[in-house]
């Protein structure tokens, strides 16, 4: 097996570039919305087999083993190219959980599953009244026998009907303080008193689910890590998705399409619009800056404070400040759905701008996160 | 005064010890007070003060070592000038040190090289740049001032302005249009010939307007013409940006940290402000510009420290200008509003943060216009892949 950490990150980076534009399917570059399982399950096997699905992953459960430099090069690669995410939160999320917190039974059962994609994850985390405020939640788990009993309902349960699988934190003592309370479990979405309600999004597609629990009665054995420590479970991931969320790799393919577009109508020409053009691509490339201190400090294998969050904050905003420069630049038809001639450029307006806009929301939103610097970096009182 | 011998120690460690030794002058070699005695004087600065910060090396960082300096880089430059800043040191260290050496170094008169850097360096001899003409006029290809063939040597006529630290300069570096080519003459003070006169900034300082009538230099006043005298005057121009980035991030650092104290000990409606939400975003938001200003500066200074070619150069130090300019203007202008109106007296230094950063966004390009050149410098024009209006 090769060892990728002991390869000259040149090296690496060739290889990886090479395989995955000789591989991946170009349909299915840069799409402006979340992949679905059917068209993604090619693309997963092509990766599996190769032995690169899970670069993550130690050796031992059929990783790459990567180490936070080589990672940060996947990671660039696969953004470079544009490479849709598959619902991998199975990889990127609830493996290496179960990997740190489950017991030799559960890692036995449930990576190798996870890993060839016989076993897809969704996340049930957020409820109606657990937003921002997550240690609020209600869906409850109450021990009976050798089951739990949940009763209770998720939502914005990203790509759930393409799930076989739930990883969930339910609520196992309603006497304790909010996050002292809550456990980590997990949970076959077949298992009878499951049901799922598809949420069309405002860009028209059904990304995201209600999740509803009614007397659904899950094994003991689904708990993962100790009864009541779900929080500390569920907050073992947060830093380097935040890095990963502030990775100005979109906006930068969103800048790409609104010069094009601009060129295409002269827009550039116009010194108003050229002014807002160069202030926002100038607002992307300082951001990029910015991210390229966090990559050295992941590189270095130095742990993601707080910080990071400033990351998250401004990519994310400048994003939808590029999105929405686009729909201005297309006129009236920049507010018609579908694609567009652009004097010879194919340009979606619309689709950019609706992909954008829950970026400031998810993963903890822009408030959330300015009030985590608030506290954590600027030490502001309470 | 001990002058560490910088090159000696690795780059990590010597940054270390460099900013170490400017924050441990600024607690001792300089204050407030003094910043607020020399404000509006026809000093501006105090020279005692200068020759204490030419003896850490400081004026040298930029002049190779056979002249007389320590031939580090920008980096250790911009280490220099953003701790002098935090402490609104008036003392014209980047006209100086940067602008007037830059041009200096890059020109090809050799014996005045010989002759003038190790005095530069020493701090006896304080020269600077005299380019600018127009307000918002900074291509300096456009210099209206000429130099005419006269007696053996050059007879100059023009007007130059906006030149910061020159209230007190021993001589000009001054460009003018000589037989149909941009060339840079170097006149001593004293020059029959020179009048000259200051205009008082928002913080106190000055910028020196420089009246050319009938002055005479002789021949080897000459330091560089035609495409020598161009790049001499585009490195500076771009280095002295990048220093002014670096001033406007000391200054925006130390104008947040004053804030930030502010927001945890001003006590209204029964607990400190800063407890409050609204203000916690805004705090936020101008810590992020901080942020971003240091990022940009750091990427720049290490390209620029590379040897990155004049269109990158140029390109790198139009970011550095803008964001730190916009990032240093955006928290000085919050830091009032924060303090309220404490903040709006003379008697309380936020104010002093704000003119800082508002003379310097305006010296060497502002925001805006630094915005404008990074557009000319990478967007293609209209025809496919030639860059426009990339003139460096």
Redesign the interface.
Known sequence: MTDWNAMADGDFRREVRAFFEAEYPPHLRYILRRARWHEMRDWWRKLDDKGWIAPNWPREWGGMALDAGKMVIYLEELERHGIARAPDQGITQVGPLIMRFGTDAQQAHYLPRTRSAEYIWCQGYSEPNAGSDLAALQTAAVAEGDHFVVNGQKIWTTLADDATHIYLLARTDKTAKKQSGISFLIADLKTPGITLRPIRNLAGHDEFCQVFFDNVRVPRGNLVGALNDGWTVAKALLGFERLGIGSPRRPQYALQRL?RVA?AKGL?DDAGF??R???L??DL???A??Y??FVEQVKRGEALGP?VS?LK??TMETWQRLAELLVEAGDEQGVVAGVHDVAGVETDFLNPFYYSRPATIYGGSS?IQ??I???Y?????? | MTRINLAAVPNAEHRRMLADSVADFTARGTDIARVRRLRGTREEYDRAVWEQMAGFGWLGILVPESYGGLGLGLTEMAIVAKGLARALTPEPLTATAVLAATALVAGENEALKRESLPRLVSGALQPVLAWQEAPGELDPGNAQARAAPFEGGYRLNGTKRYMPGAAQADAFLVSAQSGGTLALFWLPKDTAGLRFGLETLADGRCFGTLDMRDAHVPQSALVARGIAAREALDRAFDFGATIAGAELAGVMERALEMT?DY??TRIQFG??I??F?AL??R???L??QK???N??L??ALAAMDGGAKAATRAALAS?VK??CADAALKITREAIQLHGAIGFTDEYDAGLFLKRAMTLAAWLGNA?WH??R??GL???G?AEGKPAGGDL
């Not at chain 1, 970096?377 to 309470?382: E, H, M, R, T, Y």
């Open positions: 010069e060129r550039l050229a002014d053009f160069v202030a691509k100038l490339e300082d951001g800056a910015l390229g201190r910080e400033m904050i401004w408030e300015r009030n610097l608030a506290k970096v600027l030490k502001l009182p309470s | 930030l927001l945890k607990k400190p800063g407890a939400q916690q975003h705090a936020v938001d810590h992020i942020e971003l200003a990022a940009v750091d990427e970011r803008a964001r805006n915005r404008r990074y557009a990478t967007l293609c209209k």
